[in-house]
């Protein structure tokens, strides 16, 4: 499956902001959906997860409350709705996906290019 990430950009502190992964190549619905993101000299961390048809999230401790994961099987289109915005926030944010539910990068097959999202103080 192949996916493109979207919707990054540069933010106030407090600000929202919603990226959008749209896949294609194989059907969407066979696939759980996972964000991640990298910071500049860190690893990639999880920050959420949605299964298949959407009936379970997961999300990192440090987005809980603040960021939404949500999906659109018709349209092929994983969300990341992020509100709340602080520094630390900014990263590199990724979409992957995977027939299994995990919140490892390394489990992940398919991954999208990244699109940055800079939170400024």
């Known amino acids: 499956v192949q996916l493109q990430a979207s919707g990054g950009g540069l933010v106030q502190a407090g600000g929202s902001l919603t990226l959008s992964c749209a896949a294609s190549?194989?059907?969407?619905?066979?696939?759980?959906m996972g964000w991640f993101r990298q910071a500049p000299g860190k690893e990639r961390e999880f920050v959420a997860a949605?299964?298949?048809?959407?009936?379970?999230?997961y999300y990192a401790d440090s987005v809980k409350g603040r960021f939404t994961i949500s999906r659109d099987n018709a349209k092929n289109t994983v969300y990341l709705q992020m509100n709340s915005l602080n520094p630390e926030d900014t990263a590199v944010y990724y979409c992957?996906?995977?027939?299994?539910?995990?919140?490892?990068?390394?489990?992940?097959?398919?991954w999208g290019q990244g699109t940055l999202v800079t939170v400024s103080s």
């Open positions: 992957a996906a995977n027939v299994l539910s995990s919140r490892r990068p390394g489990d992940y097959d398919y």
């Open positions: 190549g194989r059907t969407f619905s066979n696939y759980y």
């Open positions: 949605i299964s298949r048809y959407g009936a379970t999230t």
